[in-house]
Nanobody
Framework: QVQLVESGGGLVQAGGSLRLSCVASVRTFSRYDMAWFRQAPGKEREFVGSISFSGGRTNYAGSVKGRFTISSDNAKNTANLQMNSLKPEDTAVYYC???????????WGQGTQVTVSS
C-alpha cells in the first residue's frame, strides 16, 4: 500500500513562490517515478512535471518550464515542487503521484490547494 501526503499549499500573490512537498509511505522510495499534476476549477487534471526514480531525469509542462522545479530526497521519501514566479493561472489543486516502471501513475495523494492572487 502506497500513501502519498502533500503539504505546502496556500495563498500567495502573483510573482511569489511556494514549495510543495509529498511524503510517500513506501518501503523503497527510490523505485518510484514521482510526478505532480494539477486541476483547476472546471478543468481537467493536467501534468505539471515529473522526476525519474533515479532523480536524474525531469520533465515539465511547457506552461511551468523555467518557473517550477521538481526534486526528490530518497532519504526522506519526499518529492518537492518548487514554484517560482507564480501566476493566477497556476491556481489549482496540486496532486502528487507515483508509479513504477512503465505503468501509469497508480498512486495519488489527496491534493493541496494553491491559490495565486493577482
Amino acid at each position: 500500500q502506497v500513501q502519498l501526503v502533500e503539504s505546502g499549499g496556500g495563498l500567495v500573490q502573483a510573482g511569489g513562490s511556494l514549495r510543495l512537498s509529498c511524503v510517500a509511505s513506501v518501503r523503497t522510495f527510490s523505485r518510484y517515478d514521482m510526478a505532480w499534476f494539477r486541476q483547476a476549477p472546471g478543468k481537467e487534471r493536467e501534468f505539471v512535471g515529473s522526476i525519474s526514480f533515479s532523480g536524474g531525469r525531469t520533465n515539465y509542462a511547457g506552461s511551468v518550464k523555467g518557473r517550477f522545479t521538481i526534486s526528490s530526497d530518497n532519504a526522506k521519501n519526499t518529492a518537492n515542487l518548487q514554484m517560482n514566479s507564480l501566476k493566477p493561472e497556476d491556481t489549482a489543486v496540486y496532486y502528487c503521484a507515483a508509479k513504477t516502471g512503465t505503468n501509469g501513475y497508480r498512486y495519488w495523494g489527496q491534493g493541496t490547494q494553491v491559490t495565486v492572487s493577482s
